[in-house]
T-cell receptor
Framework: EDKVVQSPLSLVVHEGDTVTLNCSYE??????LLWYKQEKKAPTFLFML????IEKKSGRLSSILDKKELFSILNITATQTGDSAIYLC??????????FGQGTRLTINP | DSGVTQTPKHLITATGQRVTLRCSPR?????VYWYQQSLDQGLQFLIQ???????AKGNILERFSAQQFPDLHSELNLSSLELGDSALYFC??????????FGSGTRLTVV
């Protein structure tokens, strides 16, 4: 059975801290791994990772994939209250459907 | 505004009833996906349509059905509703079948 597991499920930090969110997966026919940020409603796309060891970066957010150990991490440096959200990891199996993890609820306190 | 429009935003209905959720994809996107997000199950893929045809099926119950119309909007029909069907239902669209753009969702409450 395909599985995407995120940890931690919930994280509370102070503004300015750096956080690392984890995503491990066991799926057949891996095609890519995607990170989404879900604030009030709709998840919004952050990164798509297909190759191991290549870091993707967007401002204070960065992500990397390890296809040998079957995991990805999402780093957020110098966190701000606007980073508070649920971060979703999903694996595209190549059959036009994504398998999502449970999400990590990140809360940034001022 | 993501460009994906879902209506209604909220829906409260009784057990045993039938509801229809509507989705208009982003302009130019041919694929429409339906996802269910409940507290204990996370985001679960239900079904995908591409240019009017069913392309992939996930964990969709037999009581649920969907279709995509010639103008590419899609409807998700949920019938014989049960309390456990209460969830956020998301529609997403894409042009390349990978990077999804999500709508704001329809919150369904079955009482």
């Amino acid at each position: 059975e395909d599985k995407v597991v995120q940890s931690p499920l919930s994280l509370v930090v102070h503004e300015g801290d750096t956080v690392t969110l984890n995503c491990s997966y066991e799926v057949t026919n891996f095609r890519s791994l995607l990170w989404y940020k879900q604030e009030k409603k709709a998840p919004t796309f952050l990164f798509m990772l297909t190759s191991s060891g290549i870091e993707k970066k967007s401002g204070r957010l960065s992500s990397i994939l390890d296809k040998k150990e079957l995991f990805s991490i999402l780093n957020i440096t110098a966190t701000q209250t606007g980073d508070s959200a649920i971060y979703l990891c999903a694996v595209d199996k190549g059959a036009q459907k994504l398998v999502f993890g449970q999400g990590t609820r990140l809360t940034i306190n001022p | 505004d993501s460009g994906v429009t879902q209506t209604p935003k909220h829906l409260i209905t009784a057990t045993g009833q039938r509801v229809t959720l509507r989705c208009s994809p982003r302009s130019g996107d041919l694929s429409v996906y339906w996802y269910q997000q409940s507290l204990d199950q996370g985001l679960q893929f239900l079904i995908q349509y591409y240019n009017g045809e069913e392309r992939a099926k996930g964990n969709i119950l037999e009581r649920f059905s969907a279709q995509q119309f010639p103008d590419l909007h899609s409807e998700l029909n949920l019938s014989s509703l049960e309390l456990g069907d209460s969830a956020l239902y998301f529609c997403a669209s894409s042009v390349d079948n990978q990077e999804l753009t999500f709508g704001s969702g329809t919150r369904l409450t079955v009482v």
